[in-house]
């Protein structure tokens, strides 16, 4: 019987498996899967006549990264422009739209290539569908949908892709009458899921603080609170509309991920979960987006329903004190605490939000770092928040049987660093080169050095 050797051999540098395990060398590929991870001498036998062989002369390996909240399609139309950090571009850009599916597909194809470049192999579209079909950026709608299909079927992906529907406007009202007509009308399209899989639903609960438009329990300078963007007359029935669209969701057997960023909103959130999980008992990684004034109390209740949170360092940063300005007195100390997440135990994923942010794992990772303050063990730090970019998103994704880490047998999604991140400050990370990205096993970007 021929051996049988590996694809893709990696040798000479740190692995991080973010697996647990002895400390690696080296990791073999075969078949778009792991194969082998050990030491040199336990790939050699591995590598044959046809083996890609990279020696990695001291860089590091780590899972490939997975953003789990990236809106790709409005990324490609915008980069290398984002709403907030250091390219803001011009009121011009900021106003430009895809008109065709022509343009949807370019769109789609040029983020790909912006995030193979950044060692990103998986992202979350956070909601596409027939709420945007009027959208005025063209990036949200129905013809996304068909144009990440048809690219997906004819293998051009570059990364994996996990979507939520959407039937309500980005950042706008929505109504439960729509949610319900959309869950009845989902088709599974028989795509294969470890490329493009539609894993759930997404709802706008609220806005953000900076606007006055996230739901407080209380806590505005001026005396207000914000309101639902759920459609209702009063605040009990749009409480009660969310509630209820959360449970259509459970009910249809499909994840949620709401946009929630005021006490009061993600209260009702937790509620509507709670009432989910006590009808039907089944974990569908159901997640709060931003959570920005998540209390300590909620944290210990996310906790405890495996309510998942993706949140984004680098707006906590940017933001602060325009958050600070608008809320009352000493509520503002308690906005995005890092320190109370990671203690509670919630399943934190580190996200972008690209293009309000560009869609850089490095620097948001340097940002949570910054926000949490000195560390005992930067190590530990480091590898703490790598895992929010790695196995944490996998579980969201309800994909951690088979990628997020690099043990035996899962999904060959990698990337190599030209330093070995553990060795390093989280400030210092965002200097660190990405030399390779491998997707399923293949080599889909190099640095030319």
Partial sequence: MPRAFADLVLRGGPVHTMAGGDPATALAVRNSRVSRVGTDAHVRDLTGP???????????????????????TWLGLRWPHTLLGDSAGS?????????????????????????????????????????????????FGSSVVRQYRELAAEGLLRSRVTALWLYGEVDGPSAYADLARG??????????????????????????????SAYLDDGYSDGGRGELLVDGKDD???????????????????????????????????????????ERDVDLRHYVIHGDLVTAAQLRRMARL??????????????AK???AVLAAGRAENAWPFQDILRAGVPLCLTSDAPVLAPDWRREIAAADEWLGAAADVR??????????????????GADSWKGTLA??????????????????????????????????????????
């Fill in 380 to 397: 530990a730090r480091v590898e703490c928040l790598l895992r929010c970019y790695t196995v944490n998103p996998a579980r969201q994704d």
């Fill in 50 to 72: 046809r083996t890609t062989v990279v020696d990695l002369n001291g860089r590091a390996v780590i899972p490939g990264i997975n953003d789990a909240h990236l809106h790709a």
């Fill in 306 to 319: 495996g309510v998942g949170l993706a949140v984004q360092a680098g707006i906590a940063v940017r933001t």
């Fill in 322 to 324: 325009a958050v600070e």
């Fill in 91 to 139: 009121q011009r850009s900021l106003q430009r739209s895809l008109r065709t599916d022509a343009e949807r597909r370019a769109a789609i194809l040029r983020a790909g290539d912006v995030l193979a470049r950044l060692g990103i192999t998986s992202y979350t579209e956070p909601g596409l569908g027939p709420g945007e079909d009027g959208g005025s950026t063209g990036a």
């Fill in 183 to 212: 869950l009845s009308t989902i088709d599974d399209n028989r795509m294969d899921p470890r490329h493009l899989s539609f894993t759930g639903v997404k709802i706008f609960a609220d806005g953000i603080p900076p606007m006055r």
């Fill in 236 to 278: 009990a029935e749009r409480e009660r509309h969310l509630t209820d669209m959360i449970l259509a969701v459970h009910r249809a057997g499909l994840q949620v991920g709401v946009h929630a960023t005021g006490d009061r909103a993600i209260e009702v959130v937790l509620d509507a979960v709670a009432m989910a999980r006590a």
């Fill in 408 to 449: 035996a047998g899962m999904a060959a999604d990698l990337c190599v660093l030209s330093a070995d991140p553990l060795a390093l400050t989280a400030a210092e990370l965002p200097e660190v080169e990405i030399d390779l990205t491998v997707l399923g096993g293949k080599i889909v970007y190099e640095r030319l050095r």
